[in-house]
């Protein structure tokens, strides 16, 4: 019997990872296609600095609780949705997924002075809202010195919408394979897929300018409904 070839438009389209939920719209699809990145050596060593710290941390919740798994599987057919928990505890509350973040020291100080970043709460309440969960704990540390910044988080349906309005937006591209119009804001000059975007730096510098703050479409819910923690269960 003749063996079927699989072609490249044949494979089963990629699930949606979760770290994208607060990313662009653009780069969202570009990712789900499959586009290509370009990361520099800072970016490079930056990840895997956050990767060694990323697995400590792991270690340090599984010596101190015994309610706990780390890497947990999420996948679900109804979002979409396919990826990893770092961590989910099992609390007198219900189950409790724990995120975890590294930055740099300046990023680190926006933080705790203004709150979490757009895209660390966004997939902490995909977390949430895919598996129905009790609540979550984002755990943001500085890279190197080591401060450390806690935030809890409640189940939100404003949330629970607007990433499902997201991810819908993103398979519709995706099924198409067409880009959807850019998202500009000044993450687009970090960002490790620019020259999608843009013919060159100057005209990326020259849009960035023009149109510095980031407008998702819809309208993102609001991030400010965080509560501070000092421990990761409190």
């Not at 995706?174 to 804001?185: A, G, N, V, Y």
């Amino acid at each position: 019997m003749p063996v079927a070839k699989t072609t490249k438009n044949s494979r089963p389209p990629r699930s949606f990872p979760p770290s994208l939920a607060g990313t662009c719209l653009r780069y969202a699809v570009m990712e789900v296609l499959g586009f290509g990145r370009l990361i520099d050596e800072e970016s490079q060593l930056a990840m895997h600095a956050g990767s060694a710290l990323h697995k400590t941390f792991q270690e340090e919740l599984m010596r101190g609780r015994a309610m706990c798994r780390v890497e947990v599987a999420v996948k679900d057919e109804t979002w979409g949705v396919s990826g990893r928990m770092d961590a989910l505890l099992e609390t007198g509350k219900g189950a409790l997924v724990v995120e975890y973040k590294t930055v740099a020291s300046q990023r680190f100080d926006a933080i705790a002075a203004d709150g979490p970043l757009f895209s660390h709460w966004a997939q902490l309440q995909l977390y949430i809202a895919v598996g129905q969960l009790a609540g979550g704990v984002l755990v943001v540390d500085e890279r190197p010195q080591g401060r450390r910044i806690i935030f809890s988080a409640d189940p939100d349906p404003s949330w629970t919408v607007w990433l499902k309005a997201r991810i819908s937006q993103v398979k519709q591209h995706q099924s198409m394979r067409k880009l959807p119009e850019r998202e500009i804001s000044s993450a687009c000059l970090t960002c490790d897929r620019w020259r999608r975007c843009f013919a060159d730096p100057d005209v990326r510098d020259r849009e960035v300018v023009a149109h510095p703050q980031w407008e998702p479409r819809p309208v993102a819910p609001d991030t400010r409904r965080f509560h501070l923690a000092s421990d990761i269960v409190s």
